[in-house]
């Protein structure tokens, strides 16, 4: 009697285990499809900018990168149905009868990114314009008979790149009320944010090179192949190990994601587990800030 009470108990034990596991991953993949989880990369990712730039984080201004990185992925999103049919249909189902509530929400939200950005430094507002900017140089026919930005292979990797780095480099900066910051500083941190940016898309396009190949769309995967985009990736990741020695003020956070750079190339050379890619990937600077607070502590704390 007591080994079969020990057997219910120990299934019981499992079941809520397994219950509880599949509630975080069903939690995950709700974050994850809306645009929630990537809101939070551009939230740790201009953190990791205060970090950067030797200048105390302003969570305000945190909050309105979350906003507006989750309004512009949303529109993205919307604007790329037919890919994800094919890439990510969670991602597909979950938008089924909520393209326009999905609209509402995503330009509420660039709103007010808008919003506390004026009220907290008036002149992010700039900055809080650039992915409206960048978006509209990239889709657009700037000059007639000019092929658009879109329709050349690289180009979406470098204007994501980008604009990204520059909005999570120039807000950290011009919210801070540190001018005195050398401007070789601000390149420094731009270009280590480029660099990760541009990695983070191509591995997306890894995972997104069934789809492109359907649609047409020639990505740095589908015209390089896996291998040499891997090689790639490795080699951009490098140019990041001489500023370790140049740039000592943040050169713990700066050696994680350097580090964690080349984990995630390697893990992700392939096409693997979407959840696992969104987690991993989009989450890296949540990760980085996580070691970068635990390795700080312990070091505090001897």
Not at 56 to 62: A, G, M
Not at 149 to 175: E, G, R
Not at 250 to 277: E, P, Q, T
Request: charge should be positive; charged fraction near 15%.
């Amino acid at each position: 009697m007591e080994n079969c009470a020990g057997t219910i108990n120990i299934n019981k034990g499992k079941y809520v285990l397994d219950s509880f596991l599949e509630y975080l991953k069903n939690l995950f993949i709700l974050l994850a499809v809306s645009s929630i989880f990537v809101g939070f990369t551009g939230f740790f990712q201009t953190y990791v900018g205060y970090i950067l730039l030797g200048a105390e984080p302003n969570h305000f201004i945190c909050f309105s990168v979350f906003l507006m990185t989750f309004s512009v992925y949303s529109l993205n999103k919307l604007s790329d149905a037919d890919e994800d049919a094919i890439n990510t249909p969670e991602r597909a189902r979950f938008l089924q009868g909520k393209k326009r509530s999905m609209y509402v929400v995503a330009l509420a939200a660039y709103i007010f990114s808008a919003l506390i950005a004026l009220i907290i430094a008036p002149l992010t507002i700039l900055v809080v314009l650039i992915p409206i900017g960048a978006n509209a140089v990239y889709s657009s026919r700037l000059i007639p008979g000019i092929p658009r930005l879109k329709d050349i292979p690289v180009m979406k990797n470098v204007v994501v790149a980008v604009s990204w780095a520059s909005v999570c480099t120039l807000m950290p900066f011009m919210s801070s009320g540190t001018m005195e910051v050398p401007l070789f500083m601000i390149v420094l941190v731009g270009y280590f944010m480029i660099v990760r940016v541009f990695i983070n898309t191509v591995i997306f396009d890894i995972r997104d090179i069934e789809g492109d190949r359907t649609n047409g769309i020639r990505t740095i995967p589908v015209f390089l192949g896996l291998p040499k985009t891997t090689v790639l990736l490795l080699a951009v990741n490098s140019t990041l190990l001489p500023w370790l020695w140049y740039y000592d003020s943040a050169r713990l956070m700066s050696a994680i994601m350097a580090v964690y750079g080349y984990l995630i190339i390697l893990c992700f050379r392939k096409k693997r587990n979407s959840l696992a890619l969104d987690l991993f990937v989009d989450g890296e600077w949540m990760i980085a800030c996580i070691v970068f607070a635990m390795v700080t502590g312990i070091w505090a704390g001897i």
